[in-house]
């Protein structure tokens, strides 16, 4: 009976790990064993990993995404750690959160007027005398328009990490002969580090394969891992390829969710 | 008197318009065991804040060796605290919990070796210290908690509700091995606690609390024997409390009887509380009964009897005798003059021990039962 009753409700999520998780997965590595030709075959994985172009590709991609998740890590933390000393802290975590429930492309418009010859951005520099600049299509701003959508992704976990912390911890670090910082560095950091580590996964993978904003913002002057793959699926139409690229971003985030996992040293449970 | 290690001066705390702490004064000598004794929300754990520096005081001085204090932040105060929760840092060893506060001293390494192995030698768990503190138990992680906290040397050790989280039997341990550390230490405790048979156990000196007031402090005998008012009295053990009334100096009329009793300078005709303890209550037959009362029910407690009983005129009683009554018999009690204790309604402790001045020359009349 009870048996019965859990199988039912496993029923959803199983339609759904299959359907959206494993059936794409599965196909994303059966057609990376496929050239153009329909014949199976290893050489897409051979051509990425001879390209310089493909690697370069992948260092570009890495660097960009880890760019992005830095600035975002040093942006959130302190900005979590302020609003979580606010007294209606969760409106201000709203108003945080907000943006996020605005479509990316919408906001990237809304940048690509910002940054663009007559924009908001090169009027100020005008107007303070220094000139209208470039700034649409650079590194610079793709970085920038990228932290900026990123932001709340690493906010919203290091805030919530915060909030879990006993405010006990902190007073008993205190009583010991801690200053705010030793406090902060010994006993604060540490314990939301996890928080932390959920936002660079929150932040990261997504980062390695950002390919709209690299156009309409960056002017595909970085091709990223996600560019790649758009451009195999939509223009060279070389599914084998694309899917080989996809399954390396698979990899990358397997090492990626390993590498900010909980350790469990000797048996003990994190909080 | 020696020079005070901790005295609240006129020290209130407000929140707003609620008042927690009302102009507590006390004075804490070095080496001795204080209890803050008090039902939640009295404000103990207040007082205990304002010591650590946690809180600040609204009004009135913290002084710590004759210093004032008030402004001297938590990190910079010679006292430290064994928390609730033990507040025990998750993400480090049981040693590295311990060798905290030396390692912010910068003290050599050596050293911290050494003083966080006396310490874990100190409250038994010398071989824990590689450890994990969530592979700890509750009794163990209170006694890294105690043992982190007196690493550190304090002159004042503060303990709130340390014992709380544990088991019955483990508490007793405790009570006996957090009273041999104080001595052993020779520092002063200042322990938090609701629960009076603790502070019973434990203290040099307790200060009951209700109400972000100190109603009364004094050693547990005096405590016990004298209390001031009717909380107290209901608060610390168990009591039977009746209404009565003052006949002359030593003589008290309740229960519709005229007793002796041994508490004086209080006006004729006053309407006082006698309060009786109920192991001084002892049965006998009518005849030679100060009173007689007829028994509703009784539990056996394992050492003694515990027997409810009604006296005619319908005034419940309490009694604990090691021998068994009848339910529904008629039986006689009988008590000395001592063991009744009566109450003014209202008296400050101030005016309760100048009243005991009076009268109380040599303590002849306050024997231990």
């Known amino acids: 009976m009870t048996n019965r009753k859990t199988w039912l409700y496993f029923i959803p999520y199983g339609l759904w790990l299959a359907l959206f998780v494993i059936a794409p997965v599965g196909l994303i590595i059966y057609q990376s064993f496929f050239d153009l030709g329909h014949h199976f075959t290893v050489a897409n994985y051979g051509t990425y990993f001879q390209s310089a172009t493909y690697l370069k590709m992948t260092l570009n991609s890495v660097w960009y995404a880890f760019l992005i998740t830095l600035f975002t890590v040093l942006i959130s933390y302190p900005t979590a750690y302020f609003l979580h000393q606010l007294k209606h802290r969760q409106f201000w975590l709203l108003l945080v959160i907000l943006p996020t429930w605005i479509n990316i492309l919408l906001k990237a418009y809304a940048f690509i007027g910002i940054f663009s010859q007559a924009g908001l951005a090169n009027q100020f520099l005008t107007f303070i005398g220094i000139g209208p600049q470039q700034i649409l299509f650079t590194n610079a701003s793709f970085i920038f328009v990228a932290t900026y959508i990123q932001i709340p992704f690493m906010i919203l976990p290091i805030f919530n990490a915060l909030d879990d912390l006993n405010p006990a911890f902190i007073n008993a670090s205190k009583d010991l002969g801690a200053s705010a910082w030793q406090t902060f560095h010994r006993v604060i950091f540490p314990l939301t580090l996890p928080g932390v580590k959920a936002g660079v996964q929150a932040v990261f993978i997504p980062s390695l394969s950002l390919f709209m904003l690299t156009r309409l913002i960056g002017g595909n002057k970085v091709i990223t891992l996600g560019t790649a793959i758009e451009e195999h699926f939509l223009t060279t139409m070389n599914w084998g390829m694309g899917s080989t690229i996809g399954v390396v971003l698979i990899v990358a985030m397997i090492i990626v969710m390993t590498l900010t996992g909980d350790q469990k040293p000797k048996g003990g449970t994190p909080r | ?369």
């Open chain 2, 1 to 369: 008197m020696t020079q005070p290690i901790i005295t609240l001066r006129n020290v209130t705390k407000r929140y707003g318009t609620h008042t927690i702490l009302k102009n507590i004064n006390l004075t804490l000598e070095p080496g001795k065991f204080y209890t803050l004794l008090g039902p939640s929300g009295c404000g103990k754990t207040t007082i205990l804040r304002t010591i650590a520096g946690f809180t600040d005081a609204t009004d009135g001085d913290v002084l710590f060796a004759g210093d004032r204090i008030n402004d001297v932040p938590a990190n910079k105060r010679n006292v430290n605290t064994v928390f609730q929760d033990y507040a025990l840092f998750p993400h480090l060893t049981v040693a590295e919990n311990v060798a905290f506060g030396l390692t912010l001293k910068k003290r050599p390494k050596p050293e911290i070796a050494e003083r966080v192995a006396q310490a874990l030698k100190l409250v038994q768990l010398a071989d824990y210290g590689d450890r994990e503190i969530s592979a700890l138990s509750g009794g163990q992680q209170q006694r890294i908690a105690i043992a982190r906290a007196i690493v550190m040397e304090p002159q004042v050790l503060l303990l709130d509700e340390p014992l709380s989280a544990l088991d019955a039997k483990l508490r007793r341990q405790m009570q006996y091995e957090l009273r041999d550390l104080q001595q052993r230490l020779g520092i002063t405790f200042l322990f938090v606690t609701h629960d009076q048979e603790e502070a019973l156990a434990m203290s040099d000196e307790i200060f009951v609390m209700s109400q972000g007031e100190v109603l009364q402090s004094g050693s547990p005998v005096d405590i016990y024997d004298e209390p001031i008012n009717h909380f107290v009295a209901d608060f610390i053990g168990e009591s039977n409390i009746l209404p009565g009334k003052m006949i002359a100096d030593f003589q008290v009329a309740f229960g519709g009887h005229q007793f002796e009793c041994a508490d004086a300078g209080i006006p004729v005709n006053e309407a006082v509380e006698i309060v009786i303890r109920p192991e001084d209550l002892t049965l006998t037959d009518p005849a030679n009964a100060k009173l007689t009362v007829t028994i509703d029910t009784q539990l056996f407690r394992g050492d003694y009897y515990e027997i409810a009983a009604t006296d005619s005129l319908g005034n419940d009683w309490l009694i604990h005798s090691v021998n068994p009554a009848e339910d529904g018999e008629s039986v006689g009690i009988t008590f000395r003059p001592q063991d009744l204790h009566v109450m003014r309604f209202g008296e400050k402790e101030a005016e309760f021990d100048a009243r005991l001045e009076t009268y109380e020359t040599e303590d002849e009349s306050h024997d231990e039962p």
